[in-house]
Structure formats: structure tokens, C-alpha cells
């Protein structure tokens, strides 16, 4: 039998869900109708630059922190879901980050890194980072910080940048 704790979270859950969103599971929305500006994608060779872990928390997303936002899907219609970010940069006056995931079929994929687990993830299961693709977001499109990633794991997905994709 579930808590009371456990039912009001749930459907508080539930009902912001139904506020915020138009249709769609809560894995999978539309976009937010407030007028925020759609992530922007680029090839991570194409936005190459030095890169440096410097998590400060002052409530500015910094590198080596992971935040969430609205991520469409690349099929572009309309479509997407709140996703982890890890911050690597800045350009064009908005955060660079990098998408990351809880798929275990991006195990083998050469154009992600394992980083395990962490406390960005409520279920604890390991997760990826997409090193191809990079991810442009304003900083008030962040919906929340999830934690900060340690300098170790940091520093894999840096090496991987500098050595595949022309970051310094």
C-alpha cells in the first residue's frame, strides 16, 4: 500500500503535469506554449572551444553541472521531453550542453560515454552523455539543476571532446 507521501507527490505530479502540458505522456510533450525559444542542435565539431569543469553553485548553470530543459526530438515535430543536460560551455549567450540518457543501448555507441549513476536521475541508473550533438539552451530555459557531475567523470567526457571533436 503506497504512503500518503508517496499518493500526494503522484498526483501533484500529475496535476502540474496537465497544467503545464498540452498532450502527451510525461515522457513525451509538446512544446511548452509560454514562448520560450526552442533548444537549438549543432554538430559538436562546430561549436569546439575550451572546455572546463567550474560547477559553482550560485544559481547559474556552470560546466560540470547537469540541469534540465525542454528538449525536442530531432524529428522536429513539435515533439519532446525534459531532459538532463551536462553544461560543457557557453556560446552565443546561451548554455552548450549535452544530452544525456538512461538508454543502455547507447553502451557500445562510440558517440557516447558512460558516466553511471548520479543524483540527476530519481531511479539511480547509469547514464550517457551524446558527445555528437551539442545542445544550445537559453539560461531562464533551464526548468531546474539536477546535481553537480564529480571532476572525474567530467574529465572523461572532456578527453572524449578534445580527442574526437576538436575541443581544447
Known amino acids: 500500500m503506497a504512503s500518503w507521501g508517496s499518493l500526494l507527490r503522484r498526483a501533484t505530479t500529475y496535476g502540474l503535469d496537465l497544467l503545464t502540458h498540452s498532450r502527451g ?3 513525451e510533450r509538446t512544446a511548452p506554449s509560454r514562448g520560450t525559444p526552442p533548444v537549438r542542435t549543432a554538430p559538436t565539431a562546430d561549436r569546439a572551444r575550451r572546455i572546463g569543469y567550474a560547477p559553482d553553485l550560485d544559481g547559474a548553470a556552470d560546466p560540470g553541472e547537469i540541469v534540465w530543459a525542454w528538449v525536442s526530438y530531432e524529428e522536429g515535430d513539435g515533439r519532446g521531453k525534459d531532459r538532463p543536460l551536462l553544461v560543457v560551455g557557453r556560446g552565443r549567450g546561451r548554455l552548450l550542453g549535452l544530452m544525456l540518457s538512461s538508454q543502455q543501448s547507447h553502451v557500445d555507441d562510440r558517440d ?9 536521475d530519481r531511479q539511480g541508473r547509469a547514464s550517457y552523455v551524446r558527445l555528437d550533438r551539442v545542445l544550445e539552451v537559453g539560461e531562464h530555459d533551464i526548468r531546474r539543476e539536477g546535481a553537480v557531475l564529480d571532476p572525474q567523470r567530467f574529465e572523461l567526457v572532456a578527453a572524449r571532446l578534445r580527442s574526437g571533436y576538436g575541443w581544447t
Open 112 to 120: 557516447w560515454v558512460s558516466i553511471g549513476a548520479g543524483a540527476w
Open 25 to 27: 505522456t510525461p515522457q
